[in-house]
């Protein structure tokens, strides 16, 4: 509960800063490329921080890594106040890189330990750990969906600076009642762990690595830049009036998109019929959802390029695409959550977590920068065939996976 709290907390600062630097920026002005730059450091300090989070955790302990995090979101959102519109958009745009980069390393070390706190807590009969990982990462973004719609009803509100600012003493407050009500029990570290330990030798772990590079690509590509700004260019006149309305309806799509993808990510274990089913039939049923997830953007971009410009019926269309997208996604990345966790060894479990996020973060680099190139050079239509190929390939990746014990060879991921 404690450490479930504590992610919570986090998750929904991280979700309302997205969606607030997201519009904010772009009512200046900023370009779709230079909105993804914004981006850029937070997805690179993700890849850099998990990889070397699974070695922080292991040395120093769960629970001190899980602080680090917190503090950390809370130093970039006071940093974040510190903005000034009279500043130029290359120096604006470099001031908030580094402190989105700031937030990206808080945010993985928050979730590498939360993650791994499961893997040791859960119960280790049955479909425990695939039900607990389930409730948690879905949980966790169904607050990140909230957090969207925060974000964009503070801008909205509050404004930028108090926005931020007011997120800063609040998850603040949350860290200090953490500290004080954390129960002891999780592992407090070891003094020889070393950090080339934290590259995978497991075949299954560097193909499932593989295969999340792809598929968070694949989300991000058009979640960032491309679909966020064109709902903007649909839903708003250029007014004040005008840009608050749009910013309250992309809000509330990007918060609800994320909210039931939480919602469905928890219920993957019963859809998925886990009790029932062994490891090797749920490694099996990997390539196959990522499989029926290519479909529905490939069917997306074929829409756009039917209507060739915004329409009503395209919007709606895009809408619900969306939502089966990540009903579809949700269960595809509970599996993969639930995966790693089952292919690691409980002594190396935080190197193994560290290491698969880091697959994950790097994905979403991918997806981010191309998420804002695409959108410049071929609008929505862009964005989605891009995303159709890279889930292709992420169902070739996930089809490598072994249900068999793989021999300690290094493959790269």
């Not at 706190?117 to 859960?122: F, S, W």
């Not at 330990?197 to 830049?225: M, P």
Request: a positive charge; hydrophobic letters at 60%.
């Amino acid at each position: 509960m404690a450490v479930t709290a504590a992610y919570w907390a986090f998750m929904l600062t991280d979700g309302a800063l997205r969606m607030l630097v997201l519009l904010h920026f772009h009512t200046l002005g900023f370009s779709p490329v230079q909105l993804a730059y914004l981006f850029v450091l937070y997805e690179i300090a993700g890849m850099v921080t998990n990889l070397s989070a699974g070695w922080i955790a292991a040395r120093f302990g769960l629970t001190s890594t899980l602080y680090a995090g917190l503090g950390l979101q809370v130093v970039a959102l006071v940093a974040l106040t510190q903005l000034d519109p009279d500043w130029q958009i290359a120096t604006s745009v470099a001031f908030v890189m580094l402190v989105q980069g700031l937030s990206g390393v808080a945010k993985d070390l928050a979730k590498m330990a939360s993650k791994s706190a499961v893997k040791l807590l859960a119960p280790k009969d049955g479909d425990g750990l695939f039900r607990w990982v389930a409730v948690l990462t879905g949980s966790k973004n169904a607050v990140k969906g909230l957090g969207f719609l925060l974000g964009a009803a503070l801008l909205a509100l509050a404004g930028f600076t108090w926005a931020t600012l007011g997120m800063a003493v609040i998850l603040g407050l949350i860290l200090i009642a953490v500290l004080i009500a954390m129960p002891a029990g999780l592992p407090t570290g070891r003094k020889g762990a070393k950090f080339s330990e934290v590259f995978s030798k497991s075949r299954n772990i560097n193909w499932l690595s593989a295969a999340r590079v792809v598929l968070f690509g694949a989300r991000d590509v058009w979640f960032v830049v491309g679909i966020p700004v064109y709902f903007y260019a649909v839903l708003s006149d250029g007014t004040e009036d005008g840009n608050r309305a749009a910013f309250f309806l992309i809000g509330s799509f990007m918060a609800i998109w994320i909210i039931c993808y939480g919602a469905i990510q928890a219920a993957a274990p019963r859809i998925l019929r886990a009790p029932s089913r062994s490891e090797a039939e749920l490694i099996a049923a990997a390539r196959r959802w990522a499989g029926m997830l290519a479909v529905v953007p490939a069917v997306l971009t074929g829409a756009v390029l039917v209507a060739a410009g915004p329409a009503l019926w395209l919007t709606v269309t895009l809408v619900i695409g969306l939502l089966v997208f990540g009903a579809l996604f949700a269960v595809n990345s509970a599996l993969h959550s639930y995966l790693i966790l089952a292919f690691s060894k409980d002594e190396r479990v935080t190197m193994d977590v560290g290491f698969y996020y880091m697959a994950n973060a790097g994905g979403r680099l991918l997806g981010t920068v191309l998420s804002g190139l695409t959108y410049q050079l071929g609008g929505v239509a862009a964005c989605l065939g891009t995303a159709a190929v890279m889930i292709a390939l992420s169902a070739l990746a996930a089809g490598r996976l072994s249900s068999a014990p793989s021999a300690p060879e290094k493959v790269a991921a």
